[in-house]
């Protein structure tokens, strides 16, 4: 078994960025800078929105954090989003999902600037995903690519198992491992809460990826031997005698799974910190192409 090790990788990436925006401010141009809106004070949403801050920093982007309060209306967000659409000085922004029930997530998803869309959300940008046209790909699917190409995993005629069909990482996981090339060029099965004999689909699986969030819900006996497995889920299970008062748990039965993939991503220290190193990498997609039209 080879672990999947996020936390390293997403570290170089995150040299690697940073080693671009050294060169930007030698040349004098302006650096990156992203802005995240976060609606309300969910405990996660507000960790990841804070790791997404911190790494700007960390790479040399400026950052922008920008927290309203729950009882926002859907008309003062949209209001703050096209402000952010037509302020210059900021190359991509995002908002952080879940929102708020009193607040249509499709409409905001639809306000926000392609240009500026670095989460890949918006359907222009998600419709050129699909059609294999150069785009911003939503940050945890392209996060999970990259680990499976710097690690040389085999996706060729492969067949990917993806569980879950959430906007944000099942729908265009499984579009991306179906394109032509690699990593891809895998048959996907997309499975989800309506599937029937989702375990006998599952046992069937080269490459399994898991975005459910139901903590351990992926036993060693559901897959097959050397199996790829990938785990999305970051579950916060309440426990007393951790210090934060919860642990983190993906989806995966990680301890008896491991014994039986060729590759598994941990978690923590997977496909979460690689969300943001690939969050950083559009961003500076982002500044590039907002530098050439202007
Ligand atoms: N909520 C969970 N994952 C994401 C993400 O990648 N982007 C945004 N905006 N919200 C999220």
Same mark, same amino acid.
Do not use: R
């Given at each position: 078994m080879e672990l999947l090790d996020g936390k390293k990788v997403s570290n170089e990436i995150k040299e690697e960025i940073k080693a671009e925006v050294a060169k930007m401010k030698e040349r004098g141009e302006k650096v990156p800078h992203l802005a995240a809106i976060i609606v309300g004070s969910d405990g996660a949403s507000l960790t990841y929105v804070g790791s997404k801050v911190r790494s700007c920093e960390r790479v040399g982007f400026e950052s922008s954090l920008i927290q309203m309060p729950s009882t926002t209306s859907e008309q003062e967000l949209l209001k703050k989003i096209k402000e952010l659409n037509v302020d $210059? $000085? %900021?190359d991509g922004f995002i908002v952080q999902? #879940?929102? #708020?029930?009193? %607040?249509d997530t499709q409409k905001v998803i639809m306000a926000v600037d392609p240009d500026k869309d670095v989460d890949g959300f918006h359907p222009t940008n998600f419709g050129k995903m699909a059609l294999d046209m150069s785009t911003f790909i939503p940050a945890t699917p392209f996060g999970i690519l990259e680990l499976l190409e710097r690690y040389k995993v085999d996706t060729k005629g492969k067949h990917t198992v993806v569980i879950g069909r959430s906007h944000i990482v099942g729908r265009p996981m499984s579009i991306l491992m179906g394109r032509r090339g690699w990593p891809g060029n895998s048959t996907v099965t997309l499975t989800h809460?309506?599937?029937?004999?989702i375990t006998q689909i599952i046992s069937q699986a080269d490459i399994v990826i898991s975005a459910l969030?139901? #903590?351990?819900?992926?036993?060693?006996?559901?897959v097959k031997d050397d199996a790829v497995v990938i785990d999305v889920g970051i579950t916060r299970v309440p426990d007393e005698t951790r210090e934060k008062g919860y642990y983190i748990t993906g989806d995966v039965d990680f301890e008896n799974v491991s014994k039986k993939a060729s590759y598994i991503t941990p978690? #923590?220290?997977?496909?979460g910190p690689m969300t943001i190193a690939m969050l950083l990498k559009n961003t500076l997609l982002a500044r590039e192409r907002h530098r050439s039209r202007n």
């Open positions: $210059d $000085d %900021i999902l #879940p929102l #708020p029930e009193q %607040i809460s309506q599937t029937k004999n969030g139901v #903590p351990k819900f992926l036993k060693a006996e559901m978690v #923590p220290g997977g496909v």
